[in-house]
């Protein structure tokens, strides 16, 4: 079982910036991939950016220069630094990691979400 635990989020005015963290209890050499997800209220959840284990990281076209994903091997932690935030950035964000299960395959774990809030 993996626990993934995300903190950070909250209410910023449009222009602001936030950062997110995912602490995961497990260590990263067992994680195959990490991303960071967000739904919004009415809509499917959606990508917003993923690093594998290699550090080969993708984003969303909507957040493409405005939002960085990294990692801190050592404190089991992915982050998502969020700046020039627009109101359309208001969602629930989630953490997910991507785990090799035995008699399984590949599995997703993800955390409880936390809210961001765009507005002024």
């Known amino acids: 079982q993996v626990q993934l635990v995300e903190s950070g989020g909250g209410l910023v005015q449009p222009g602001g910036s936030l950062r997110l963290s995912c602490a995961v209890s497990?260590?990263?050499?067992?994680?195959?991939?990490l991303g960071w997800y967000r739904q919004a209220p009415g809509k499917q959840r959606e990508v917003v950016a993923t690093?594998?284990?290699?550090?080969?990281?993708s984003y969303a076209d909507s957040v493409k220069g405005r939002f960085t994903i990294s990692r801190d091997n050592a404190k089991n932690t992915v982050y998502l630094q969020m700046d020039s935030l627009k109101p359309e950035d208001t969602a629930v964000y989630y953490c997910?990691?991507?785990?090799?299960?035995?008699?399984?395959?590949?599995?997703?774990?993800w955390g409880q979400g936390t809210q961001v809030t765009v507005s002024s």
């Open positions: 690093i594998t284990n290699g550090g080969n990281r």
């Open positions: 997910k990691a991507v785990v090799w299960r035995i008699g399984v395959g590949w599995y997703d774990y």
């Open positions: 497990r260590s990263f050499l067992s994680i195959n991939t």
